[in-house]
């Protein structure tokens, strides 16, 4: 029924669920799994470049990001290998994560994409809509939500 699997993580814990679930649905078809976060781009005003400077900081908050995203990525690929996938692909994209994660999907031809009901920016999806909807509306290919496990 899959052919093609793309998970997105963002390291909240609806996340590292449909990390688990999109694990058990390449094992079932033995299709290959794609991991993909979408990060901010991360654009310091005048005030907080100049502070960072004199710090000598420079760049310190894309390094931390950077490192984050490496963790967030780590979780994700720790599960699919517990569930005895090989050659797991991770991909990082910066930008606006619902149209970033669709794009990413159509142009690598996905026919499933796997993402959590709710994640990291939950006030941000309550004032504009949350990513997992987004990406239901927009994508053309399926798109499994995974809910919250009680």
Known sequence: ????????????QHALQAAEAACELAAKFAAPLTLL????????????????????LAGE?????????????????????????RGIKTEVRTGQPARAI???AERNKFDCIVLGSRGLGDIEGVLLGSVSYKVNALAKCDVVTVKPRA
């Open 102 to 104: 669709v794009q990413f």
């Open 1 to 12: 029924m899959f052919s093609k699997i793309l998970c997105c993580v963002d390291g909240s």
């Open 61 to 85: 908050p894309q390094y931390v990001l950077d490192k984050y995203t490496e963790e967030v990525l780590g979780k994700a690929r720790d599960i699919a290998e517990s569930h005895g996938l």
């Open 37 to 56: 976060t979408v990060t901010k781009e991360l654009k310091p005003t005048a005030e907080l470049r100049r502070y960072l400077e004199l710090e000598h």
